[in-house]
């Protein structure tokens, strides 16, 4: 079952998002899979120190993106199929490189030395 416990809350995005943003990563990185059940929206809202409605929130993106799905008294669990799971690692790795771009142009970096900087890190 996921943790939500090193989940750090940051203060410019919505609590909700971040919630929903976790369990994509832990699915990307392999830590939960399809047919992984959640923890309960109050396990959650108590491991985080939060409201459970900005939890339930947070349900109710993930059910709409197709990723999470809640079946009455058998809780909540992952459900994926590849094009879902191809789409959440569009997204994210999109994320990541737009937010390395959007901080390498603050400093001046020339599209040059950012390919040579990843280049020597690469390995």
């Known amino acids: 079952m996921l943790n939500f416990y090193e ?7 919505p609590v909700y998002e971040q919630v929903a943003m976790h369990v994509k990563r832990q699915i990307l990185l392999g830590f939960a899979a399809a047919g ?9 809202a108590a491991q985080l120190n939060v409201n ?18 809640t079946s ?3 809780g909540s669990f992952i459900t ?11 997204e994210l790795t999109h994320d990541m490189v737009a937010k390395f771009i959007t901080q390498a142009k603050e400093v001046n970096l020339s599209f040059k030395k950012v390919i040579e900087l990843i280049s020597e890190q690469w390995d």
């Open 36 to 44: 992984d059940p959640l923890p309960s929206r109050r396990e959650i």
């Open 52 to 69: 459970p409605n900005t939890v339930q929130k947070a349900f109710r993106l993930m059910e709409e993106e197709g990723y999470v799905r």
């Open 7 to 13: 989940l750090k809350l940051n203060s410019s995005d």
């Open 72 to 74: 009455g008294n058998q």
């Open 80 to 90: 994926l199929d590849v094009a879902l799971l191809a789409r959440i690692e569009a």
